[in-house]
């Protein structure tokens, strides 16, 4: 059995390889990024024949510069970005459309004829009815694309997240499966049954039978050479969502364990145990499935988090690279009160507005450059803080550690605002890349490379304290809140907390 594991992260914005040795620190790792490709019509799509070319790119560079004989290399462990939706050919594997983005919502009029229907979907999958989650994203392909028609009406076609699109293609087609962290966010499967449900798949019109095999998180789902890389095929075992695996990396495996990931968007997720919690305010999903035992989670979701700083560098050009956002927010004149509301696709969760829209508000004549780029990484602590006071709610038990993953951890000026407004202590570990890290470890644990390897010996925490008073800290949240409510609809203004760790966390907001 060899001492190496491979982490695959399959993102938004790229793919990542990277190789973790027996004591699970990272011997190498390379990320390539692919095309996102986006009509005048906002749609969002990947190429996916162009993804799974770079992933067998990443593995020839990594067999090529890791010097690592493979023969040492025991297995493989995929992580992906979740709510994609893909569409191929049973029989030959053949992609027979681009796939649609978990960020595209042209799929919006599907769901606006099933709003009769949202409360049972949201009953049955924690999930509130929505084009961000690929049912509808399936639905459509079904309708406007006729060679997924065509496959449907003949047998012959596979719909399926990226994991499950990944593994056929990895396996040559002998393989067909998901696990539930991915299947729990397509609103076709059934979180308390742990299963598809018909019911469902009729309502949005998708063929069950067009679906993969659910397995658990930490199965056997097959094995692969790397299209002829490996001399041998060496075994996947373990594929989750991308956020989920991030969860578990953090060794967030007892309720009330918290983590945020924060990349293109974020995903702030709560271990909440064996039974799934019902929210108006966030959503309720399957952090996985591992021996036989499911394990639930409470998670809001920001549509731009990390995206504001691209926003920033690429769209305004404020600033030429990521790394000018940190002393230029430093240079802020303390007292300026802009906000910055980055609801250039509405507004996610606790707020749930798809038609909320972007704004800077509260400007003075002492907003300038630096005051604009202070309230754009404001703007990511203060929907971050929000989302942790909805779950707090619902969940009972509130989280005094937020541990964090994700490049933006790397400012620290964000770090210590989040843990200031949110009033945790903010953990960022001595490693970005906790989803790749995490199926690493659930495979490695699967093949007993990591039998007796404790998380707590690999990864290493930085801290950051809150260090302001609760008035200072009302006062922003009160600004900012004020702002949101601006470009929400009343019935989506978002709830005041006091304090968070009250029991009156969250009161209504009255204007």
Request: proline letters at 3%; hydrophobic letters at 40%; one cysteine or more.
């Amino acid at each position: 059995m060899g001492s190496y594991m491979i982490g695959l992260d399959q993102s938004t914005q790229g793919t990542k390889a990277i190789l973790f040795n027996d004591l699970g620190n990272i011997v190498y790792k390379h990320a390539r990024s692919h095309t996102q490709l986006i009509n005048d019509q906002g749609w969002v799509s990947h190429d996916l024949d162009e993804i799974y070319g770079n992933v067998i790119q990443l593995i020839n560079d990594l067999v090529e510069h890791s010097h690592v004989p493979v023969r040492d290399i025991a297995g493989v462990g995929i992580s992906v970005q979740r709510e994609t939706a893909a569409a191929w050919a049973r029989d030959t594997g053949n992609s027979l459309a681009n796939a649609i983005v978990w960020q595209d919502a042209r799929a919006a009029a599907i769901t606006n004829q099933l709003t009769d229907a949202a409360d049972k979907v949201k009953a049955k999958t924690g999930l509130p009815l929505s084009p961000y989650f690929t049912a509808a994203k399936f639905a459509w392909l079904l309708q406007n694309v006729p060679a997924v028609k065509q496959a449907a009406d003949t047998g012959n076609l596979c719909l399926g997240t990226m994991d499950s699109w990944l593994l056929y293609r990895l396996t040559r087609g002998q393989a067909f499966k998901t696990e539930p962290s991915n299947a729990s966010r397509t609103q076709l499967f059934n979180i308390h049954t742990v299963a598809w449900d018909a019911q469902l798949c009729q309502l949005f019109g998708v063929p069950q039978d067009a679906l993969a095999a659910v397995v658990s998180s930490n199965a056997l789902f097959g094995e692969t050479t790397f299209d002829g890389i490996f001399p041998q095929p060496i075994p996947i075992h373990c594929m989750l969502g991308d956020s989920q695996a991030a969860l578990y990396g953090h060794g967030c495996t007892a309720p009330g364990d918290v983590k945020a990931t924060i990349g293109t968007g974020s995903s702030v997720m709560m271990n909440i145990g064996d039974q799934p919690i019902q929210s108006a305010d966030v959503v309720a999903s399957i952090g996985w499935r591992i021996n036989g035992r499911t394990a639930y989670v409470a998670e809001g979701n920001i549509n731009y988090a990390g995206a504001v700083i691209k926003w920033l560098t690429e769209d305004v050009q404020l600033i030429q690279s990521a790394a000018e956002a940190e002393p230029l927010a430093r240079q802020a004149v303390a007292a300026d009160q802009t906000y910055l509301i980055p609801a250039f696709s509405g507004l996610g969760a606790p707020y749930w507005d798809a038609t909320a829209t972007a704004t800077l508000t509260g400007m003075t004549r002492t907003t300038g450059r630096a005051e604009i780029i202070r309230a754009a990484l404001d703007s990511i602590a203060y929907q971050i803080s929000d989302i942790l006071a909805a779950i707090d709610q619902k969940a009972g038990q509130p989280a005094t550690t937020l541990k964090v993953d994700g490049g933006v951890t790397a400012n620290s000026y964000l770090m210590q605002f989040l843990s200031n407004i949110a009033n945790v202590t903010v953990s960022v570990p001595d490693i970005e890349e906790l989803s790749a890290f995490g199926v690493a470890y659930c495979a490695g644990r699967a093949l007993t490379v990591y039998g007796q390897l404790k998380l707590n010996t690999v990864l290493n925490y930085h801290h950051y304290q809150n260090a302001i008073d609760d008035d200072q800290r009302q006062n922003l949240l009160a600004g900012w809140h004020r702002a949101v409510r601006g470009v929400c609809h009343e019935e989506a203004a978002p709830r005041n907390h006091n304090n968070r760790h009250q029991d009156n966390l969250m009161t209504a907001a009255k204007s």
